[in-house]
C-alpha cells in the first residue's frame, strides 16, 4: 500500500504532527480513580510513540466540578488530578508521543448523584436519557463557565499538555448551547442562531485568550445531532466558519448526540458510513477538517485523506495500539481490527467500569501484563481453536512459550465462523484474519481436523494443556425435538429454511439468526423464550439497536410460555399465564436455546498424572458465554500464569 497521505505530517500552529491520525477521545474509566492511575498512565503511553497516533486526545477532562460525566473523571479544578496529568503528559512524551487534552463540561448530561452537585445547563429541559432535569445557567453562571474554560485551557498547557480540544458536540453543554432543542432562551444565549452560537464562540476566545497565539486548539463540534429539533445542517456549516474566524485551528467533525436512536458506532454503521458531515464542513472553511465514526482501517483512512486533512480513530487503538506502526512497516494483516462490537469499551464506560477491548484484553492491563519473554519457556498444547483457544496460543507463543494447537475441524476460528455469517457482523472475519497470521508469525504449529488421544498430548511432554474445547448447542428436552434444526446448520447453510420460522431461544444468538434469515428474505419469524425479554445479555449500547433493527424487519417476539411437542408442521406451546395451550405453525424451527460447555473427558487423566490443565472459554462456563470472556481468560493465563487452576 503507497501511503501518500497517512504519514504526511501536519501544523497545528506550534505542533507538528507526524501523520493524519488523530487517537479521538474516549473515557476509559479509569480516570480520577487512584487504584487506576498507573493503569491509566501506562494505556497512552502504549499508545504514543513517532508512529503511534499523530495527537492523542484524552477523555474529558472537567472545567469544571457539576460538568463531570458520570463516575471517574478527571477535572481541572482539583490539584491532585492536576498532578496525574503532570504524570501522564511527562510520560507520554518520554515515549515521543504527543497528547492533547479534552475541556468538557457535560451539561445536562452530567449525574448530580455521583457528586452531589445539580446538573446545569441552558435551558431547565431534561435529556431523555437521564432522569435529573438540569438548573437552569443564569448569567453569572455563564460568565464563571467561561472563566473555568480558559482557566482549563491555562492549566492544560502549563502540566504539559501539547494541545485543547474544545468539547462542542456529542449533546453536550456546548451543544446544548447551539441546539434550538436544549436552549430555549430569551436572552443573548438563545433565540436566534447568532445567540446560540455566542457560547460555543465565546468558550473559543476565552480558551484561545488563556492558551496564546501559538497554541493549538482543536474544536469539536457535531457534524450532525441526529435528534428531532435540533441544529439545521446549514447552521452547522454557518457554525465551521465562525469557529474558524474566531481562532479554532482545526475543526472535528462529531456524529450523534448521546440520546440519539440512530446507531452511529456499532457493527452494524457501514464503515465510514457518517462522513459525509465532515465534507461539507470541509467545503466551508480553510483550516483543516477530522473525520470520524468507524474508520478502522488505514487504508480506509488514506481513501478519505484525499478529502480531509486528518481522521480520528478512537477504538481501533483500544484494538490495537501500534496500528500505524504496522501499516507503516506495510504489515496490515498483523493489525488487530476493531469490530465495533462496543462490548468491552462502551459498554464498560456506561457501566461505570474501566474500559478494555474484547479483541485486546490487554488494554488498560498494560501496566500488569508487559510483553517480555518469559523467564522459563513452556511446551503449551492449546485444545481448540476458538476464540479462547486462538488468544491463550498467540499470547503463550507472544511470551516466547513454545505453542502447538488442535483444531478439531477444518478451520480455526470457532463461533467467530458462524458469526461471521451474520450480515452485520463481516468485521469478524478481521479476527480471524489476524489470529490466523498471528499464530503464523508467532509459530504456532497447529493442527486442523484432529482430536489428539492422550498419547499424543503426553508425546509434547506438555507444561500446559489448555482446554478451550468450546460448547455445543443445547438441545432442550421437548417430545418431537428431531423436527427443529440447530442454529450452526442455518448458519452454516447446510439446511433449507421455510418461510415461517419460529427460533426457540431468544438470546444474542436468536437475535443474530433472525438478521441472518432477514437478509435471505424470510420475514415472518417468531423468537420464543420461556421467561424474560428478548436479547437479553447483550451489550447496553448495542442491544436497543439490534432489537429496533429487528422489530422494524418484522420479527415477533414472544414470552411467559412452556414448549409442549413439535412436529413437522410447527410447535404446541403453553402459555403460562393462561395455561392455554396453542399450536404455532412454522415450516421450520430453529434451536438457539444457549450452548453447553464441550469438555473431553478423555483428557482427565492427563491432570491426575501431574499434568498441569487450564480449563477456559466456554468450555470451563457456557452459561454467559461470551467472546470478551472466552478472549480475555485465553491471554490471562499467560499474563498471569500464576492464576491458573489444575482442573
Ligand atoms: P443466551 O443469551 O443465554 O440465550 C439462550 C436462550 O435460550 C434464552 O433465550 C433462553 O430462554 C433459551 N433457553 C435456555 N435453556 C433452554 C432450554 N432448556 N429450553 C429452551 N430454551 C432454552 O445464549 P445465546 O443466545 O446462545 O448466546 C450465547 C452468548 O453469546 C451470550 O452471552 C450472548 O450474549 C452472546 N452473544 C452476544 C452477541 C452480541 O452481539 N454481543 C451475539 C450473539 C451471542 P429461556 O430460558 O427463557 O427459554
Ligand atoms: Fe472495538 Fe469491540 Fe474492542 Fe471496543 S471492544 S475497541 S468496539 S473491538
Redo the contacts with the bound molecule.
Sequence with gaps: MKWEKLFKPIQLRRLTLPNRVMMGSMHLGMEGNKDQEDALISFYTERSGENGPGLIVTGGISVSPEGDGGHHFLGFYRDDDLRVMKRLTSSVHTANGRIAAQLFHAGRYAYSEMNGIPSVAPSPIKSPIHRETPKELNELDILNLLESYAEAGRKAKEVGFDAVEIMGSEGYLINQFLSPRTNKRADKWGGNFENRTRFAIEVLKAVRKAVGEDYPVIFRMSGLDLVPNSSTPEETVQLATKLEAHGADILNIGIGWHESTVPTIS?MVPRAGFIEPALQVKEAVTIPVIGSNRINDPVLAEELLQKLDMVSMARPFLADPHLLVKAKEQSLDQINTCIA?N?ACLDHAFEGKAVSCLVNPRAGREHKWTIKKAAKIKTVVVLGGGVAGMEAARAHAELGHNVTLYEASSAIGG?FNL?RK?PI?KEFDETIRYYTTELNRLGVEIYLNHKPTEQELLNHSPDLIVVATG?T??Q???PGIEHAIA?PDVLSGNVAVGKNVII?????????VSHFLIEKGINNIL??????K??????KT??WA?LQDLKQNGVKFR?NLS?KEMTKDGLTIINTETDEKEFLKADTII?????ESNIPREYELLSQIGVEIAIIGGARL????????AIYEGAKIAFEPETISIN
Design positions: 457493527m462490537c462490548q463461533q458469526a451474520i457482523k460448547v448447542p443445547r432442550p428436552v421437548i442454529y426457540i431461544g431468544a438470546g444474542g444468538i436468536g437475535c443474530d423468537l420464543l423464550r420461556r421467561n424474560g428478548m436479547g437479553e445479555g447483550l451489550g448495542t442491544k439490534m414470552t414448549y434451536l438457539a436455546a444457549g450452548q457456557a452459561g454467559e458465554l461470551d467472546a470478551k470472556r
